[in-house]
Nanobody, 124 residues
Framework: QVQLVESGGGSVQAGGSLRLSCAVS????????MGWFRQAPGKEREFVAA????????YYVDSVKGRFTISRDNAKKTVYLQMNSLKPEDTAVYYC?????????????????WGQGTQVTVSS
């Protein structure tokens, strides 16, 4: 069973930065992608970014391109989301997710494992 544990959330003013971490533990099958999603109050969970374990290829939603960077450390089995130039609309609970298949990585149903979420609050 795979466990994902996020950390690094918090409160920051607009224009600030945060780095989220997601540590993968447990007996893990081959994982193809790691993703970050977010969910604001009253809204659906939305895709933010993903990275392929094998080659580090990255994918982003348009609203965070140029501001967020997803990366991974294979040795530590950890994925990061560096968030710069944060905006109030980035406020949400951020979730880490792991995918065993190479499917539609922007969809929540594609992912097999989820972390508990970490709150990010950006004030204006």
């Amino acid at each position: 069973q795979v466990q994902l544990v996020e950390s690094g959330g918090g409160s920051v003013q607009a224009g600030g930065s945060l780095r989220l971490s997601c540590a993968v533990s447990g007996r893990s099958p081959l994982l193809y992608f790691m993703g970050w999603f977010r969910q604001a109050p009253g809204k659906e969970r939305e895709f933010v970014a993903a990275i392929r374990w094998s080659d580090g290829n990255t994918y982003y939603v348009d609203s965070v391109k140029g501001r967020f960077t997803i990366s991974r450390d294979n040795a530590k089995k950890t994925v990061y989301l560096q968030m710069n130039s944060l905006k109030p609309e980035d406020t949400a609970v951020y979730y880490c997710a792991a995918d065993r298949n190479a499917g539609t990585i922007t969809r929540t149903y594609e992912y097999d494992y989820w972390g508990q979420g970490t709150q990010v609050t950006v004030s204006s």
